[in-house]
């Protein structure tokens, strides 16, 4: 299947990242130590993104509540908040992470998201039958920490405004530490910051990740309608090129 996503690397960074693609498939690593050393293949942006969401855990430590992921994708940032959880706050049960997504892209487009070629419906999209593997990748982390017993990371799968809906139906009890927005397009992003404003509480910490972003002009307008930029202090990651947050006060 084609997935569409999107790049900012240039034609020679393309070449380098396949010839490292390829060294990557030929690793003479063995079996039983490759995944302990999967940090030979991290690139320096990918972990600079580790190193952001770091940043952020430090911050909602004292702060009582959940954690959400809008627009999940194929999880890594699930698995890293997870990782975060079990070594700064490993006996924090009440500490759940939730992801929402389609799993299948972007479901509609509003004329607030721009013309950029990338912005198109199915856009983003995984594997089919993607969150079935994910859900047991997150199954095995929890094995790996603290109080296993106790569940603690939860996938949401379809049309966000309508299952955080549903899942905030259903948890009454919901405080918000920490929401990370990754859906790159308007009309979700409006509308679940719109929803979570009741459950967010002084120190609570919202996280983007297209902000000031050409080609996804649609996360910041629908910030900028929904929280009013004039109303938060927007702050970025010194080790991140785009990803930004503000504390709610």
């Not at 912005?119 to 039958?129: D, N, Q, R, Y």
């Not at 095995?140 to 899942?167: R, S």
């Not at 307008?221 to 970025?236: F, H, M, P």
């Amino acid at each position: 299947m084609s997935i569409t996503i999107k790049t900012l690397a240039s034609t020679s960074e393309k070449e380098n990242r396949q010839a490292f693609f390829e060294l990557y498939k030929k690793s003479p690593v063995t079996d039983s130590e490759l995944l302990a050393n999967v940090g030979l293949y991290q690139k320096r942006q990918d972990f600079s993104k580790q190193l952001f969401f770091h940043e952020i855990y430090q911050q909602i430590l004292s702060v009582h509540g959940v954690i959400m992921e809008f627009g999940t994708r194929w999880g890594q940032n699930l698995v890293t908040l997870h990782n975060l959880r079990s070594i700064l706050e490993p006996f924090n049960y009440s500490r759940r992470i939730v992801g929402f997504d389609t799993f299948a892209g972007f479901e509609s487009i509003n004329t607030k998201d721009g013309a950029h070629e990338i912005i198109k419906e199915g856009a983003f999209s995984v594997t089919t039958g993607y969150e079935t593997y994910l859900e047991k990748l997150l199954a095995y982390h929890e094995t790996e920490a603290p109080l296993p017993h106790i569940k603690k990371n939860f996938l949401v799968k379809g049309n966000a405004i309508d299952k955080l809906q549903e899942y905030l139906r259903q948890h009454p009890e919901t405080i918000i530490a920490f929401a990370y927005f990754d859906f790159d397009i308007y009309e979700p992003t409006f509308r679940c910051l719109e929803l979570i404003r009741p459950y967010l509480t002084k120190g609570t910490v919202i996280g983007f990740d297209e902000l000031n972003d050409p080609q996804f002009p649609g996360e910041t307008i629908a910030v900028r309608e929904a929280l009013g930029l004039c109303n938060i202090s927007i702050k970025r990651n010194r080790y991140s090129g785009i990803q930004s947050y503000c504390i709610i006060e």
